[in-house]
């Protein structure tokens, strides 16, 4: 099989010899030999079909870490999910442009559909706080209410001081969606909760949301966001998520220091890790890429005073251009 260098692979493909060196880096398209002298890498014939892949990905914008899961098992329910979510995003915005040059009168002619009036605002009432909990508590699986005073209890104690972190979207005065979290230890906030209602799904709601979340906690000071986020975490991983591994010693806080012991020589070995607690629970996070059903198999295996499972977490900084997070009171999603 003909091989080609990285100049005559990126005249083949198109893309450029800064952006081989990236996807090699990601695992996305590793060269086919590498020579151990030179480092000069390589690559086969049979690598332009996954290389003119990649380019289409990329041209519809679709993120690196999402790249690797569909190289790494095609279907055509993502490709429709993409498309769907562009056609949303993109629809939305030219409604917006409508009803604004009608508003304006630049146009005298009614736009072909209105504008989505959604509207992004703190819970209004201690009785909005539960309706909206369970609004969006019956979009998981198994659905979730807020009886589960594990997961309401922190929600309901911030409603007096930290409303700010307890949004809903509302469309049409309906409640169909919500983003609630409150501020933990130090300047970090958990994101307790976020869904949008089956049928107003793939409209930019639930990212609206997550930037008015974000914008909230920049105003309260926070510097970073964590959430648990196992079935979702793609979604947050195009927001800038990092995906971490928890470990929380809620079934015996006795076994922390040998099951720490043992993980850092055995499956999260060479991975940067670090300790922590919360409420007195001692707690281990490990970074990972994206969630890897094999280390957390491994760590799950391993462990037995642990719970374990995926979260989600983000530095905050605040931009050049607040306007560029503030939350708006007739946000457009």
Not at 75 to 93: S, Y
Not at 108 to 118: K, R
Not at 149 to 162: D, H, V
């Amino acid at each position: 099989m003909k091989e080609l260098g990285p100049g005559e692979f990126s005249a083949v493909t198109g893309l450029s010899v800064k952006a081989l060196r990236v996807y090699d880096e990601r695992g996305l398209l590793v060269p086919a030999r590498v020579d151990r002298e030179t480092g000069y890498r390589r690559y086969g014939e049979d690598q332009i079909v996954t290389a003119g892949r990649i380019a289409l990905l990329r041209r519809a914008g679709i993120g690196l870490a999402d790249i690797a899961r569909f190289l790494a098992a095609p279907n055509a329910d993502t490709i429709e999910g993409w498309v769907a979510d562009l056609a949303a995003e993109t629809g939305a915005r030219r409604r917006a442009l409508e009803a604004l040059a009608f508003a304006l009168g630049f146009d005298t002619s009614l736009p072909e559909e209105a504008a989505m009036a959604i509207i992004i605002r703190p819970v209004d009432s201690p009785a909005e706080l539960v309706s909206a909990f369970d609004v969006a508590g019956a979009q998981f699986e198994p659905a979730i209410d807020h009886a589960d005073q594990r997961r309401f209890a922190e929600l309901e104690a911030a409603y007096a001081g930290e409303r700010e972190l307890l949004l809903v979207a509302e469309e049409g005065g309906l409640v169909v969606g919500a983003a609630m979290g409150f501020l933990s230890e130090g300047s970090e906030v958990t994101l307790r909760i976020l869904a949008v209602s089956a049928e107003r799904r793939r409209r930019g709601i639930g990212r609206a949301l997550l930037r008015a979340f974000e914008g909230s906690a920049l105003q309260l000071g926070a510097t970073r966001i964590s959430l648990g986020a196992d079935a979702e975490a793609g979604f947050y991983i195009r927001h800038g998520y990092q995906t971490m591994l928890l470990l929380q010693w809620v079934y015996d806080p006795g076994r922390f220091d040998a099951e720490v012991e043992a993980l850092a020589a055995g499956p999260v070995r060479g991975m940067t890790w670090h300790r922590d607690s919360f409420g007195g629970v001692p707690q281990l996070f490990v970074e990972l890429d994206e969630p890897s059903p094999v280390v957390l198999a491994q760590v799950q295996d391993l462990v037995s005073g642990a719970y374990v499972g995926y979260c989600m977490t983000k530095a905050l900084t605040k931009p050049d251009r607040p306007d560029r997070w503030a939350p708006e009171p007739g946000a457009q999603a």
